[in-house]
């Protein structure tokens, strides 16, 4: 048992690891008050097309770590209380 705790605290740090240096990469969404002036359209080819781009898979992984994450947390806290 002490074998299978070590690993699941591995993995939790490798995908902690992993969230913070997507979470870091990632652009910033909001074009401020540029945005609010000017009045984007996010009727266009990029916004359509925008989960098959680099920002979107990075935003999909990102979602998909914090969900394992928050797993391995809740597991990790009830293979500790036993």
């Known amino acids: 048992m002490e074998i299978a705790k070590w ?16 979470t870091l990469i ?14 984007s359209s996010t009727n266009n080819f990029f916004e359509k097309n925008k989960s098959r781009t680099k920002e979107g898979k990075q935003k999909r992984w990102t979602v998909i770590l914090s969900i394992v994450f928050v797993i391995l947390t809740i597991v990790l806290g009830i293979v500790y209380m036993a």
């Open 26 to 39: 990632q652009s910033k969404e909001d074009s401020g008050l540029s945005s609010t002036i000017t009045g």
């Open 7 to 22: 690993i699941l605290v591995v993995i939790y740090f490798i995908v902690a690891l992993a969230l913070i240096i997507l």
